[in-house]
């Protein structure tokens, strides 16, 4: 198999965190992808250019990274990330969507940045953006997941969401959060996989 990535996608990361912890990273080959400038093959199984995407037997490819690890989740034998079914696999999947917005909120803001010159931005939008994530982070502060019971996917999601404010943001959300800086450093113990895909620092 084969991942259309970059190191500082968050989205990227989910999928190489869940191949990790299903035992499947050794069958996979991560090939650094610039969306802006890919090879022109990338568009004809990909229309919407999207990174991460998977090429499966040869020239099936499977894009958004939610599809994506659905699919290695299927195909590995041990350590399932999703949950079955039932009222807690809604849960699950409703953590993992929001986790998923607050990176987006996120790349919004650094795209409004880095893609507008400073007299096109709009600082409500980036206040509106910003706002996402304070209220997800507040959220997920008074009703923390436990982790006990095993990794999900809504797991692996929120650990992409706080691992992208501290590589994008500072870390600043750390100091009002002290119950999600408490379960990620749990999250990173239990997923040798969460390190191993640090973002780069530049």
């Known amino acids: 198999m084969i991942l259309h990535s970059s190191g500082p996608s968050p989205f990227g990361r989910k999928v190489k965190i869940a191949a990790y912890h299903l035992g499947l990273m050794d069958a996979i080959t ?66 993992s969507a929001l986790a998923d917005g607050m990176m987006d909120a996120g790349i919004l803001q650094i795209y409004e940045v880095r893609k507008r010159p400073p007299e096109e931005r709009s600082q409500g939008w980036l206040d509106f953006q910003a706002n996402k994530v304070a209220r997800s982070l507040n959220a997920l502060e008074a009703d923390t997941p436990p982790l006990k019971d095993g990794i999900t996917m809504g797991h692996i999601s929120l650990a992409c969401a ?35 895909t640090q973002p780069p620092s530049a």
């Open 30 to 95: 991560v090939e650094q992808t610039d969306v802006n400038n890919p090879d022109p093959e990338f568009f004809d199984t990909n229309p919407l250019g999207k990174i991460p995407a998977l090429v499966v037997d040869g020239n099936q490819v499977l894009f958004d990274s939610r599809v994506i690890i659905e699919y290695l989740d299927s195909i590995a034998t041990s350590n399932r990330i999703f949950i079955p079914g039932g009222p807690a696999r809604f849960k699950d999947l409703t953590l």
């Open 162 to 196: 706080l691992g992208y404010l501290d590589f994008r943001f500072n870390g600043d959300w750390r100091a009002d959060h002290p119950n999600l800086v408490s379960w990620l450093k749990d999250f990173a113990a239990r997923v040798p996989g969460f390190d191993k």
